[in-house]
């Protein structure tokens, strides 16, 4: 019973910061177009069914990596650390995915998608693993370190892909990945579709979304039902006791960050392995959105595996949802700003709410504490 | 003029769901040490920082000579004369005695200031009184006996008639403390009005002249030392009579479970925060390492327990443990009950349970598969709690953040002790507690040393040292000057072993 009125309670406040990020949206609506202000928030709000069945599999298929790098961001929480580097990851992951789709084709079909994907798991584990190694054995930041690697990422992939037949030199991208290491639909294009006439329109959706609800579930398993779940727990609520019990810290922050960091590369690994039509790794220097938008989608779902496939699908819905607000003469621009607002005022106002918490604790127990004062330490 | 210099009537103040003080009335006397006597959580402290203006009462008033006033803030309270001395310093450690005493109140000419007269007064107060201060040297150089000097010369330096000490000998020796009885009385026969906030029966009956009663908030009585006992005093404290004689037989101790040999640790600055220790502990026996607080009694235990790394040899039964990881010396029976409960003790953000399993949710009887046998986690939970009287709003399943401290040390208690210890190691287990869940944690302890165990007890309290060791080591400087029997020990004898004024040599062998 407990149980669940807690869940309740997480979840009414990520509501209701959501509520507020919709609001901070509305008005930025309303300054660049009044007239229809109203009308875009409510196609903000259909989301994907703006384009029916074909929008919500968009939905999805635009959910999947970022549900990947919320659990990322989400996963390493749990352990105190803050991955910020699940960009950089993201893309070691999506890179040696690629690489593997490209040149390993003399794996047989259904083994080859599958073996891409876990090199790429395993890129982004080693990328994270960097981060936990610096931070247990020399106690540097993590979110140095994590920044640092991200743009080392960035230049290197930018180098690698140039220095190899992996680039397209006219699109100026990596080529596209053999027909075997494209991510299967598995029947997914059956049901989100749209008939033009008697063409079947479908969505971009694939297997990435069940693979990414899967990996979600085994990560509630993990972190709620096994000693190693409660050993990384411990050890992000409170380090020194975890130490006191004996648990090995640095083992428990260098595992969480090479977690972080394969979930992250399954994201990229996801993405990247796309058919000709779908996402390539450009040869430019930005960092994949991806990564920080799985900062927002963890702290809105608490950093809870369930939680984060929802506001996953939420975020996801109100992008797809913005590029539908073009028909209202909105600007891509401001489409984007919009977007980020609800987003990142979403995710701002649940920080806002932890602070008023904490604040509030702190004034209760400093009432405490001068009550008794021989328990201050 | 008004028999009472100070006087708080019907004072009461509210905190979110707790009512701190309620109805609460002190009369103080001019010229008497007035003590005031309550349990941790009675509303001592609470009182005191009324009068002192860092909070507002809801109820009730505050009269000076009879005249009621206001005390919004401390500035108010230093204006009626009030001062006080911290139970934690307030001193700038980088500053001089003089500087310190001075600090908020300098006498300046055009905004040069001007030390010759407040270093004229302060020699003056200081003869006056019997306050033997040296104002030129810097804080962090002297005792803790001559900070708290400094803290008395400072009320002094601004006039205060009416001083407030909070819980002034907690951080004080034997010698030291008697020291401050002596300067409390002189203060008192110069007309100057003192509170003194403890909880220790003896100091009032050696010092105080009234003593006002709190418990739970509440008023109790105000008494006349000279017409009270401390049976009576410890009753109305407690709300029921109290035996804290615990039945304790002697000792028998056996084989040695733990013994160290040279050991050190590595300080602050180049100096050595533990240096070549060496002693032991035997099966069923209480040795309590006794020492001023910061002497590297927490050093000794971390080393010990494997939370820092030490040079020289620990053994546990025999078997060489200091190069172990931590888990594998809980694993061979060093079980720890830390200084710090909330830094190392316990999780605060986990629940009851899951603490109570800390240190055992990876044995075979709490996992499968590394998969957490949840069931076994509640039942052994619930058996704790129940045996261990562990209280708590939801049982098991409480934060164990929202749990009252004391119930939060039964738990660690609990914990380490059913772990069927071969060494226990106990920091300071009674601290801020009250008196039933001290009485309680006592006799623990003692039923782990009747089981044929070793514990190691570390304290500050001199009261629970003699209360509880077979053996006492003192601890200054990070070495064991002494080892007494405690039987024989006296507590001034002891005392001058914690001031290091007396050493023994203990580096023969």
């Given at each position: ?12 406040a990520s509501l209701l910061a959501i509520v507020?990020?919709l609001l901070a949206g509305f008005v930025i ?339 405490e504490a001068q009550m008794k004062p021989e328990?201050?330490? | ?509």
């Amino acid at each position: 019973m407990d149980k669940v009125k807690k869940a309740f309670s997480g979840m009414s406040a990520s509501l209701l910061a959501i509520v507020a990020g919709l609001l901070a949206g509305f008005v930025i609506l309303l300054i660049s177009n009044p007239a229809n202000a109203v009308r875009g928030l409510w196609t903000i709000l259909l989301g994907g069914w703006n384009n029916g069945m074909k929008g919500m599999g968009q939905v999805l298929y635009y959910a999947t990596p970022i549900i990947m790098t919320g659990l990322s961001v989400g996963f390493a929480f749990k352990t105190g650390m803050f991955n910020i580097g699940a960009t950089g990851q993201l893309m070691m992951g999506g890179f040696v995915s690629v690489y593997v789709g490209v040149t390993w084709t003399f794996l047989p079909g259904a083994l080859h998608w599958i073996v891409a994907l876990m090199m790429g798991a395993l890129a982004g584990m080693a990328w994270g693993m960097i981060v936990g190694l610096f931070k247990a054995l020399l106690n540097v930041h993590e979110v140095i370190t994590s920044i640092m690697l991200n743009y080392i990422a960035l230049y290197l992939i930018n180098y690698l892909i140039k220095i190899s037949y992996l680039f397209d030199s006219l699109k100026n991208q990596s080529v596209n990945v053999a027909a075997t290491a494209v991510i299967p639909k598995a029947g997914l294009d059956q049901i989100f579709f749209i008939l033009k006439g008697k063409y079947h329109d479908a969505s971009s959706v694939n297997a990435g979304i069940l693979i990414a609800i899967g990996i979600a579930l085994l990560m509630y398993v993990l972190l709620n039902k096994t000693t190693f779940g409660f050993e990384l727990k411990a050890v992000g609520y409170n380090r020194h006791a975890s130490r006191y019990a004996g648990i090995s810290e640095n083992r428990a922050i260098i595992t969480s960050m090479a977690i972080a960091g394969g979930l992250a590369g399954v994201a990229g690994a996801l993405m990247y392995l796309a058919p000709a039509s779908g996402m390539h790794i450009h040869v430019e220097e930005v960092l994949a959105a991806q990564g920080f938008n799985g900062i927002a989608v963890a702290l809105l779902g608490m950093s809870s595996p369930l939680g984060i496939i929802f506001t996953g699908l939420f975020i996801a819905h109100i992008t797809v949802g913005g590029a539908y607000l073009q028909s209202l003469r909105y600007m891509k621009e401001i489409i984007e700003v919009i977007i980020g607002l609800i987003i990142y005022f979403s995710a701002f106002s649940l920080l806002v709410r932890d602070m008023i918490l904490r604040a509030n604790k702190k004034r209760r127990l400093k009432a405490e504490a001068q009550m008794k004062p021989e328990e201050e330490s | 003029m008004s028999e009472y210099i100070i006087e708080m009537l019907g004072i009461t103040k509210d905190f979110p769901g707790i009512r701190a003080n309620d109805n609460i009335t002190l009369q103080l006397r001019r010229g008497e040490i007035h003590a005031l006597l309550g349990e941790n959580g009675a509303g001592k402290s609470t009182l005191m920082s009324i009068l002192f203006g860092l909070y507002q009462a809801e109820k009730g008033q505050i009269r000076k000579d009879g005249k009621q006033v206001q005390v919004n803030n401390p500035n108010d309270a230093n204006a009626l004369g009030i001062g006080m001395v911290h139970q934690h310093f307030k001193l700038v450690h980088n500053f001089t005695v003089l500087e310190n005493i001075v600090l908020g109140v300098e006498t300046t000419s055009h905004g040069v200031l001007k030390m010759d007269q407040a270093r004229e007064k302060v020699m003056s107060l200081s003869k006056r009184y019997g306050l033997l201060i040296d104002p030129d040297a810097l804080i962090e150089d002297i005792t803790v006996g001559m900070q708290q000097r400094v803290e008395i010369l400072k009320m002094l330096y601004r006039d205060n008639e009416i001083l407030i000490f909070d819980e002034p000998t907690a951080v004080l020796t034997p010698q030291e403390i008697e020291e401050l009885m002596r300067i409390m009385r002189g203060l008192a026969q110069e007309g100057k009005s003192l509170l003194f906030i403890t909880h220790k029966l003896a100091e009032i009956m050696a010092v105080a002249d009234r003593c006002t009663v709190l418990r739970k908030g509440r008023y109790v009585g105000t008494v006349d030392v000279q017409d009270s006992s401390p049976a009576q005093l410890a009753e109305m404290m407690v709300g029921r009579k109290v035996d804290f004689n615990i039945n304790k037989q002697p000792a028998t101790p056996g084989a040695p479970a733990l013994e160290v040999r040279k050991l050190t640790v590595d300080g602050r600055g180049g100096k050595k925060a533990v240096d070549r220790v060496s002693f032991t502990v035997r099966k069923g026996e209480i040795v309590c390492v006794a020492g001023i607080d910061g002497n590297g009694q927490s050093e000794l235990v971390y080393a010990l327990t494997g939370l820092i790394p030490s040079q020289g040899d620990i053994l546990l039964n025999g078997q060489p443990i200091e190069k172990l990881h931590i888990r594998r010396r809980n694993d061979l029976g060093l079980s720890h009950i830390p200084e710090d409960r909330h830094k190392h003790g316990l999780v605060l953000d986990y629940d009851l349970q899951q603490n109570l399993s800390l240190k055992r949710y990876y044995t075979g009887q709490m996992q499968r598969h590394g998969f957490i046998r949840f069931d076994a986690v509640r039942e052994y939970a619930r058996k704790l709690i129940a045996q261990y009287d562990i209280r708590s709003g939801q049982g098991e399943d409480t934060p164990v953040r929202s749990m009252s401290g004391g119930n939060q040390q039964k738990a660690i208690v609990a914990r380490e002790i059913d772990i069927a210890p071969e060494v226990l190691i106990a920091v300071q287990p009674t601290r801020g507690l009250d008196v039933g869940a001290m009485l309680y944690i006592h006799e623990q302890l003692v039923r782990v040393r009747d089981e044929g165990k070793a514990v190691l007890l570390i304290s500050l309290e001199l009261d629970e040292v003699f209360q509880l060791a077979d053996r006492i080591l003192v601890i200054y400087e990070g070495r064991m000057v002494a080892e007494m029997d405690a039987k024989t020990a006296t507590p001034q004898e002891l005392g001058l072993y914690m001031a290091g004024s007396k050493k023994e040599d203990r580096h023969r062998g």
